[in-house]
C-alpha cells in the first residue's frame, strides 16, 4: 500500500505565509511527477504546481512568482512554499504523485492525499 499525508495547511492572513508538506510512505520503488491541487467550495480541482523527478517544474500563471514547490527525494516528500497569500487562495490542497511501486515494472500509479484546508483571511 502507498499512502501521502498533507500537513502545514491553517488560516493565514493576506500578505501571509504557509509551508505545506506532502509524505509518500509504503511500499515505493521510485517517485515520478508530484503534484499539488487546489479546490475552493463549488470549483473544479485546478493544478497548481508540478515537479518532475529530475526538478524541472510548473505553475498555474496564478501563483507564478508567489508559490514554490520543492522535493526532497530521500524522504519521498514534495513542498509548497505559499508567499503573499491572498483570499484567493482559500481552498483544500491536495497533493499527488505517480509511484512505482516495483524495479521490474515501468508502470507508476498515481496516488492521492487527503487534502489540508488553507484559509487567506483577515
Known amino acids: 500500500q502507498v499512502q501521502l499525508v498533507e500537513s502545514g495547511g491553517g488560516l493565514v492572513q493576506p500578505g501571509g505565509s504557509l509551508r505545506l508538506s506532502c509524505a509518500a510512505s509504503g511500499s515505493i520503488f521510485s517517485i515520478d511527477a508530484m503534484r499539488w491541487y487546489r479546490q475552493a467550495p463549488g470549483e473544479e480541482r485546478d493544478l497548481v504546481a508540478v515537479?518532475?523527478?529530475?526538478?524541472?517544474?510548473n505553475y498555474a500563471d496564478s501563483v507564478k512568482g508567489r508559490f514554490t514547490i520543492s522535493r526532497d527525494n530521500a524522504k519521498n516528500t514534495v513542498y509548497l512554499q505559499m508567499n503573499s497569500l491572498i483570499p484567493e487562495d482559500t481552498a483544500v490542497y491536495y497533493c499527488?504523485?505517480?509511484?512505482?511501486?516495483?524495479?521490474?515494472?515501468?508502470?507508476?500509479?498515481?496516488?492521492w492525499g487527503q487534502g489540508t484546508q488553507v484559509t487567506v483571511s483577515s
Open positions: 515537479i518532475t523527478s529530475g526538478g524541472t517544474t
Open positions: 499527488n504523485a505517480d509511484i512505482r511501486r516495483n524495479s521490474w515494472s515501468s508502470t507508476s500509479f498515481r496516488y
